[in-house]
């Protein structure tokens, strides 16, 4: 059996295709390919997992009329058709049993000419509410499977539409609290609070926890803090806190990153974490049962994040808050709050267990296994 797996652009698009990836090579001995963007972060995560990936020279869409946006869109066009000849060229070769798209550019061309070709074909969506990708190809695969009951009403054709969850990867299982802490090298009994803004990062909010981590380190560490600030935005991070006097050296509880590669474990450890509100960080901190602040991103197609996040706050599970409405000081007087109201963790703990899915991966591999003659 082969299966071809595309996605790209961002992690939360990437892990939940690895997370499949895997369940299909450990149970059916399957021959795996991945497909992503030339260029995309996708060709480091996933060689590191130990898979193969070919890549498409693909690129978004803007949605301004802009002089900018339109010679960046005239150029998309272009790599559109170079992309759907390279992704020929990649099925000629590969001859997959089964493609499946888990979200970015890449999985349209590749997806697409699949589906044309009569090749099994599904797509995961994991957001609310479906990016321009999932849409137009929902339109030509067999399946469409659906992160949440909500996001259906969302899709033309009901019959397609299987309602999984997310996939989150085994090993975000496979540890307790006090064993992820002994790998970290943590030996006393502080706090960890976990912050990631998503893997690129995301400027405003980085430049919030500049004011955060002084905090933090004028309130003599409190607790640990894995503080992942994403690719783009280590250097200026960094430069700032430079800025304030700050020697991270001198604060050893500290511990700021570029990218968190051992998330399963960092988040394991964790009593609250930090974080956007793309669907697959949702459904890792769900699938755990994580309390967490939430704080969705507002530069995202029809404000999914926070349609994410209310699925989760509503019900008790997270602290939403806007990012307007933020600052490096707020952000530190929630998280004293929350970490000194023990019960309250718990609560928000109880909560996400009671609504999380914790067998997407599952689910998602009957439905995929189900196309396949």
Same mark, same amino acid.
């Given at each position: 059996?082969?299966?071809?797996?595309?996605?790209?652009?961002?992690?939360?698009?990437?892990?939940?295709?690895?997370?499949?990836?895997?369940?299909?090579?450990?149970?059916?001995?399957?021959?795996?390919?991945?497909?992503?963007?030339?260029?995309?972060?996708?060709?480091?995560?996933?060689?590191?997992?130990?898979?193969?990936?070919?890549?498409?020279?693909?690129?978004?869409?803007?949605?301004?009329?802009?002089?900018?946006?339109?010679?960046?869109?005239?150029?998309?066009?272009?790599?559109?058709?170079?992309?759907?000849?390279?992704?020929?060229?990649?099925?000629?070769?590969?001859?997959?049993?089964?493609?499946?798209?888990?979200?970015?550019?890449?999985?349209?061309?590749?997806?697409?000419?699949?589906?044309?070709?009569?090749?099994?074909?599904?797509?995961?969506?994991?957001?609310?509410?479906?990016?321009?990708?999932?849409?137009?190809?929902?339109?030509?695969?067999?399946?469409?499977?659906?992160?949440?009951?909500?996001?259906?009403?969302?899709?033309?054709?009901?019959?397609?539409?299987?309602?999984?969850?997310?996939?989150?990867?085994?090993?975000?299982?496979?540890?307790?609290?006090?064993?992820?802490?002994?790998?970290?090298?943590?030996?006393?009994?502080?706090?960890?609070?976990?912050?990631?803004?998503?893997?690129?990062?995301?400027?405003?909010?980085?430049?919030?926890?500049?004011?955060?981590?002084?905090?933090?380190?004028?309130?003599?560490?409190?607790?640990?803090?894995?503080?992942?600030?994403?690719?783009?935005?280590?250097?200026?991070?960094?430069?700032? &806190?430079? $800025?304030?006097?700050?020697? =991270?050296?001198?604060?050893?509880?500290? !511990?700021?990153? +570029?990218? @968190? %590669?051992?998330?399963?474990?960092?988040?394991?450890?964790?009593?609250?974490?930090?974080?956007?509100?793309?669907?697959?960080?949702?459904?890792?901190?769900?699938?755990?049962?994580?309390?967490?602040?939430?704080?969705?991103?507002?530069?995202?197609?029809?404000?999914?994040?926070?349609?994410?996040?209310?699925?989760?706050?509503?019900?008790?599970?997270?602290?939403?808050?806007?990012?307007?409405?933020?600052?490096?000081?707020?952000?530190?007087?929630?998280?004293?709050?929350?970490?000194?109201?023990?019960?309250? &963790?718990? $609560?928000?703990?109880?909560? =996400?267990?009671?609504?999380?899915?914790? !067998?997407?991966? +599952?689910? @998602? %591999?009957?439905?995929?296994?189900?196309?396949?003659?």
């Amino acid at each position: 059996m082969k299966v071809l797996f595309t996605c790209g652009g961002t992690a939360g698009h990437i892990n939940p295709g690895l997370a499949l990836a895997r369940m299909f090579r450990e149970r059916d001995g399957a021959e795996i390919l991945f497909v992503g963007a030339k260029g995309g972060m996708e060709e480091q995560l996933i060689p590191r997992e130990g898979f193969p990936i070919r890549t498409v020279k693909i690129s978004s869409f803007y949605r301004s009329l802009s002089l900018s946006a339109i010679r960046h869109n005239l150029g998309t066009l272009k790599n559109l058709l170079t992309s759907r000849r390279e992704a020929a060229r990649i099925l000629d070769e590969f001859r997959p049993d089964l493609v499946v798209g888990t979200g970015g550019y890449a999985s349209y061309p590749v997806v697409q000419a699949a589906a044309k070709r009569g090749i099994p074909t599904a797509v995961h969506e994991s957001n609310a509410f479906p990016g321009l990708t999932t849409k137009m190809l929902a339109k030509v695969v067999d399946k469409v499977m659906v992160g949440f009951e909500e996001s259906r009403a969302h899709y033309p054709d009901p019959s397609k539409v299987e309602v999984t969850g997310t996939p989150v990867r085994g090993d975000f299982f496979s540890l307790s609290r006090q064993e992820a802490r002994a790998l970290l090298g943590y030996t006393d009994d502080k706090p960890v609070v976990l912050t990631t803004w998503g893997s690129l990062g995301a400027q405003v909010m980085n430049d919030y926890m500049v004011d955060f981590v002084a905090r933090e380190c004028a309130e003599g560490q409190p607790f640990h803090h894995i503080y992942g600030v994403g690719k783009r935005y280590y250097s200026r991070v960094m430069e700032k &806190l430079a $800025e304030k006097g700050i020697d =991270l050296k001198q604060y050893p509880l500290v !511990d700021v990153r +570029e990218y @968190i %590669y051992d998330m399963p474990v960092c988040m394991a450890a964790a009593d609250v974490v930090l974080s956007r509100a793309g669907a697959s960080t949702i459904s890792e901190i769900s699938a755990i049962a994580k309390a967490s602040i939430l704080v969705p991103s507002p530069n995202v197609t029809a404000n999914h994040q926070e349609k994410n996040a209310r699925v989760l706050s509503d019900q008790g599970g997270a602290v939403l808050m806007l990012e307007p409405e933020c600052s490096g000081e707020r952000l530190y007087q929630q998280v004293s709050a929350m970490l000194a109201d023990r019960a309250g &963790l718990e $609560e928000m703990s109880a909560v =996400l267990a009671r609504v999380s899915v914790t !067998d997407a991966n +599952e689910r @998602i %591999y009957q439905v995929l296994r189900g196309l396949i003659k």
